[in-house]
């Protein structure tokens, strides 16, 4: 299911990593109890490439008959603003966020589809882009001793240069017991 969230939790992972590359971490002691919080942040030309959306169909959720994305597609980040949250506490539960806005490009994505180290799919930049647009993106999980929860949303608008006007949004979100088993799955694309 971890898919499903339109690779928003891989586009977390990889804000997190460039902003920890870009911007030293800075840890904060909630309370006194052992908690400790981090907020990282990335801007501009920094946030190229932090955020690769594909719409590849494993686990994914299913894109409407007639749109314009599929398989073949995937939104890149540009540049814009990211920041990431993150708060873990002694129990070793923890609260994450993520957060993209700014200018997005639509590429190919490699055939036949690869995946880099990371299980981030490989995205053919070398030509023009195909759509470009605006990009909205967010991302949480929080997990504990009783529950897990992730959730997404993933907002595109965008034109070809014809100025051929596209868009697609996608909201998603698994929920799991103690146990690990499901006990909600939404998940739903518009174009």
């Known amino acids: 299911m ?3 969230l339109l690779r928003c939790r891989t586009a977390a992972v990889i804000i997190a990593a460039a902003a920890a590359t870009l911007i030293p971490a800075s840890a904060a ?3 006194g109890n052992g908690s400790t919080t981090q907020t990282q942040h990335v801007h501009g030309a920094g946030a190229a490439g932090i955020i690769v959306i594909d719409f590849l169909p494993q686990d994914a959720p299913a894109l409407p008959a007639g749109c314009w ?10 540049a814009g603003n990211a920041v990431q949250h993150v708060t873990v ?29 990371n299980g981030n799919v490989i995205v053919d930049t070398s030509g023009s882009p195909l759509y470009t647009g605006h990009l909205t993106t967010w991302f949480g ?8 929860v992730d959730h997404a949303t993933v907002s595109f608008h965008g034109a070809d240069a014809a100025g051929n006007m596209v868009n697609v949004n996608g909201h998603v979100q698994y929920a799991t017991n103690a146990a690990g088993q499901p006990t909600a799955q939404v998940a739903r694309v518009t174009c």
Do not use: C, H, M
Not at 69 to 78: G, H, R, W
Not at 141 to 148: A, T
């Open 89 to 117: 506490n002694k129990a070793q539960d923890f609260w994450f966020t993520s957060t993209f806005t700014g200018d997005a490009a639509v590429y190919p994505v490699v055939q036949p589809v690869q995946f880099d180290n």
């Open 69 to 78: 994305a599929n398989p073949t597609l995937a939104i890149v980040s540009v």
């Open 2 to 4: 971890l898919r499903a």
């Open 29 to 31: 002691f909630a309370g």
């Open 141 to 148: 999980q929080e997990d504990n001793n009783q529950n897990g």
